[in-house]
């Protein structure tokens, strides 16, 4: 996911680009907005931490840019790419290096798991969205 961040600094085509250049099959995209219920349904793992409203209230600022990423090795292979949750820790070449504004804007969610990834992908899409 490209987040509110990203996308209001007209980040998504540099980001998307550094995606395919990496390896990475696009199978599915959208461009959204989500409420600030959806964006707390899709942290509710977060739920009980303290950042979890400020984090809600963040997702739900602006547009996103949501897609389903493909490759071999495609969980460990993007979080690779996008470097460090902080970006001053992030390696230099990452998206987080180059696009993140802090540790709470940092430009890009990467899943942290193929179970993951295949809860967050069906959150967004349906099997007919994608390709």
């Known amino acids: 996911m490209i987040k509110p961040d990203a996308v209001e600094a007209n980040n998504i085509g540099p980001i998307l680009a550094m995606i395919n250049k990496a390896g990475f099959k696009i199978e599915a995209m959208k461009y959204m907005r989500l409420t600030r219920e959806q964006a707390g349904a899709f942290y509710a793992v977060h739920r009980e931490r303290p950042f979890y409203g400020e984090l809600t209230d963040y997702m739900s600022s602006g547009p996103i840019v949501a897609a389903v990423l493909t490759k071999d090795n495609a969980v460990a292979d993007y979080r690779k790419l996008i470097g460090a949750t902080d970006p001053s820790k992030a390696e230099e070449g990452t998206i987080r290096k180059m696009f ?10 990467g899943s942290d798991s193929d179970e993951n990834a ?9 099997h007919l969205e994608r390709f």
Not at 100 to 107: L, R, V
């Open 100 to 109: 993140a504004k802090s540790i709470a804007a940092n430009a890009v969610h």
């Open 118 to 126: 295949n809860i967050e992908s069906d959150f967004f899409f349906s």
